[in-house]
């Protein structure tokens, strides 16, 4: 009877083991989390954001703009904070910087945030926007303006070395 007690106890705590590896906090989430960051600063860094937005305080507000985000390089910094080497262009306006921003994830799917960010020559910003198999989409607003913005992720192709003389 005593060994049949122990024998429970023992399934149950290998039971318990097994299943808290599964939960929120087990090394199995902790490692695909590790990996879907590290996916998204390889697919991000080297990559442009190529899309359009919209603009409240334009006299046609869904009419679409072009913008493009050259990303140099995406890495997730010891605070936690992810820091974006961006290129800005959309209108008449062409700027780099580095942005610092927290990224959020929704399950496999990571969501940049900008709160409040002051970008110098441009005004201050708040954004929410997602990246998901090669497209982004969110929503942006200014102090007294805001709309939508949505493109693709494009990777920046590398110029390919001629073949070496007498290589075939």
């Known amino acids: 009877m005593v060994l ?11 039971l318990a083991s097994a299943a808290w590896s599964q939960q929120p906090g087990g090394t199995d989430r902790t490692t695909r989390q590790k990996n879907r960051e590290r996916d998204f600063a390889t697919r991000l860094s080297g990559a442009t954001l190529v899309g359009h937005f919209t603009d409240s305080s334009r006299p046609r507000p869904t009419t679409l703009h072009e913008e493009r985000y050259i990303l140099e390089s995406v890495r997730k910094l010891d605070s936690g904070q992810w820091l974006f080497q961006a ?14 921003l927290p990224v959020e994830w929704a399950d496999d799917t990571p969501v940049i945030l900008v709160n409040n960010l002051p970008v110098p020559g441009l005004g201050t910003f708040s954004a929410r926007v997602l990246i998901h198999n090669g497209y982004y989409a969110g929503y942006w607003r200014a102090v007294d303006h805001g709309g939508h913005l949505f493109g693709r992720v494009e990777r920046i192709k590398l110029k390919q070395s001629p073949p070496a003389a007498g290589s075939r």
């Open 4 to 14: 049949r007690w122990v024998e429970s106890c023992v399934l149950l705590v290998w």
């Open 87 to 100: 290129r800005i262009q959309y209108g008449e306006h062409n700027l780099t910087l580095p942005l610092t």
